[in-house]
Nanobody, 122 residues
């Protein structure tokens, strides 16, 4: 099986920064797109950022210029550097990866991390 292990969440003041990490492990054949989503209480889970296997990035408009997604393919890890954080960005942040496992190399499957809490105080 494939697991995504997240870290880096916590409490930060408005205007502060956090760096989230998510490492994929298990029987991995290859990883395509990796991405970050967030979900605030009472709201739908929303897309935040993604990065393809070749390094092409996409962001939701509200975080452009403040957040940076990156990846380390040797470590099977995706990062989200979050700067100038706002209180309204308090949410559980989830990573996602499109993965081919060594046991099923003919197609990709989506995997989710457990989520990490980010709290931005005003």
């Amino acid at each position: 099986q494939v697991q995504l292990v997240e870290s880096g969440g916590g409490l930060v003041q408005a205007g502060g920064s956090l760096r989230l990490s998510c490492a994929a492990s298990g029987s991995i054949f290859s990883i395509n797109t990796m991405s970050w989503y967030r979900q605030a209480p009472g709201k739908q889970r929303e897309f935040v950022a993604k990065i393809t296997s070749s390094g092409t990035t996409t962001y939701v408009e509200s975080v452009k210029g403040r957040f940076t997604i990156s990846r380390d393919n040797a470590k099977n890890t995706v990062y989200l550097q979050m700067n100038s954080l706002k209180p309204e960005e308090t949410a559980v942040y989830y990573c996602n990866a499109l993965v081919k496992s060594s046991e099923r190399v003919t197609y990709y499957s989506n995997y989710w991390g457990q989520g990490t809490q980010v709290t931005v105080s005003s």
